[in-house]
């Protein structure tokens, strides 16, 4: 069989209708993801007795295990044991999933950018009466985000892609809907090929609002 351009042209707009699902996926879970690194990281920096223990054992486990075998522990394991989760629909145990993968990886990130702020900042800090928190929140996290902004960036755009495991709990992304058509029309490579060229294109757009952000925030280092 030939390639028929002219159908992957026409399933583009098609797609399209379900880009916004992957997006939001992707940001609602980027968002928690950023919450929850930030906390693991400051139990890790602090060493919080028993805390510290706990998120190194969930690092390890959410590092050490594929993403797509914790989506189904969330979505199918969990609520055999616990039936209070019976009501977690597709939707909410992919960005739940997303959440906690990526952020076991986040939290390092984040504790290395913070580690690499030079000590006398707290100290300075601390002279002028702030306390740790106000410390960490006014002066030491906004230095660690643009050390860690590439390596966040990245990771959103591993999740973007991620999403794709979605359609295997049923939500309907965008990559589910490729696989929908390909199964309909049997034109799997044309199917693939539009989808591939869709995520490829929001990488391209996301590395430039990378580079954009980080000739922003290294504006005042750079003199």
């Not at 960005?95 to 990526?102: E, N, P, Q």
Request: glycine share 4%.
């Amino acid at each position: 069989m030939s390639f028929d351009f002219e159908y992957m042209l026409s399933l583009m707009p098609i797609l399209f209708k379900y880009l916004s699902t992957t997006m939001e996926l992707a940001c609602w879970g980027m968002v928690f993801s950023v919450i929850l690194s930030v906390i693991l990281a400051n139990i890790r920096i602090f060493k919080i007795p028993v805390l510290n223990q706990l998120c190194q054992l969930y690092i390890s486990f959410f590092r050490g295990t594929p993403l797509l075998v914790q989506l189904f522990l969330l979505y199918y394991g969990l609520p055999q044991i616990f039936p209070v989760l019976i009501g977690l629909n597709a939707f909410s145990a992919t960005i739940l999933g997303l959440t906690l993968h990526f952020a076991a990886y986040m939290a390092e990130t984040i504790r290395a950018a913070i580690i690499s702020v030079d000590r006398s900042q707290m100290e300075a800090s601390l002279s002028v009466g702030m306390t740790t928190g106000q410390a960490m929140r006014r002066i030491i996290l906004p230095q660690a985000s643009r050390i860690a902004l590439p390596s966040l960036m990245n990771y959103f755009i591993d999740m973007i892609k991620s999403t794709s495991l979605a359609f295997t709990l049923g939500v309907a992304e965008i990559m589910a809907k490729a696989q929908m058509e390909a199964s309909s029309t049997f034109k799997f490579f044309e199917s693939f090929l539009a989808v591939a060229l869709i995520y490829w294109g929001l990488v391209v757009i996301l590395t430039h609002i990378q580079t954009w952000a980080e000739t922003k925030l290294n504006k005042a280092y750079s003199r």
